[in-house]
């Protein structure tokens, strides 16, 4: 079945460094893929997808590529602050149309001022 | 500003007691999961619907708990008898059905069997 491989945390970072957090995924179709981020006290929320290879998502200065030939889709940011401290979730969705995500097990990040 | 509600946020009860949760998905939204969180288990899918039908409740132990979606506004996770090992943090999550198939979580209930 399909599955999601993520770097085990906590990782510990200072601010502006640089962050990788690598994630890969087992498919028997051509997923789409997501990380996903939840902050303390909330529930998750997408960060960035790519839905075909190649892909590159972003959004607030994070990047991931989809990569089909290393079944891969790191996650990573040229500089940290302290508000990304939270916990990162890659996931992938099948798109046959019903809509199951499979998460990773999730990394968290603390940022140190 | 469109998001997923669910209710209560907070539920602290004893062991025995029933415990009923409440999702309320974004208007439009065909596909409805619920998740638990635990650290030690991390995030695992309970159940999810379709158009208020069940899909697939696999992770659910099904002896002492129950997931309906009365009508498209409400969908309900309900345990009875509650066990202290059901303490978690509840997730409900929707899906439009446009693509891509983000999810959009709920703020989560934090439940505490005692």
């Known amino acids: 079945g399909d599955s999601v491989t993520q770097m085990e945390g906590p990782v510990t970072l200072s601010e502006e460094a640089f962050l990788t957090i690598n994630c890969t995924y087992t498919a028997t179709g051509y997923p789409s893929l997501f990380w996903y981020v939840q902050y303390p006290g909330e529930g998750l929320q997408l960060l960035l997808k790519?839905?075909?290879?190649?892909d590159k998502g972003s959004n607030k200065g994070f990047e991931a590529t989809y990569r089909k030939e290393t079944t891969s889709f790191h996650l990573e940011k040229g500089s940290v602050q302290v508000s990304d401290s939270a916990v990162y979730f890659c996931a992938l969705s099948e798109n046959t149309g019903g809509f199951k995500t499979i998460f990773g097990a999730g990394t968290r990040l603390f940022v140190k001022a | 500003d469109a998001r997923v509600t669910q209710t209560p946020r907070h539920k602290v009860t004893e062991m025995g007691q029933e415990v009923t949760m409440r999702c309320q998905p974004i208007?439009?939204?065909?596909?409805v999961f619920w998740y638990r969180q635990t650290m030690m288990q991390g995030l695992e899918l309970l159940a999810y619907f379709r158009n208020r039908a069940p899909l697939d409740d696999s992770g659910m132990p099904k002896d002492r708990f129950s997931a309906e979606m009365p009508d498209a506004t409400l969908a309900t996770l309900k345990i009875q008898p509650s066990e202290p090992r059901d303490s978690a943090v509840y997730f409900c999550?929707?899906?439009?059905?446009?693509?891509?198939?983000?999810?959009?979580f709920g703020p989560g209930t934090r439940l505490t069997v005692l």
């Open positions: 790519a839905t075909k290879a190649d």
């Open positions: 208007l439009g939204h065909n596909t």
């Open positions: 999550a929707s899906v439009g059905g446009q693509g891509y198939n983000e999810q959009f």
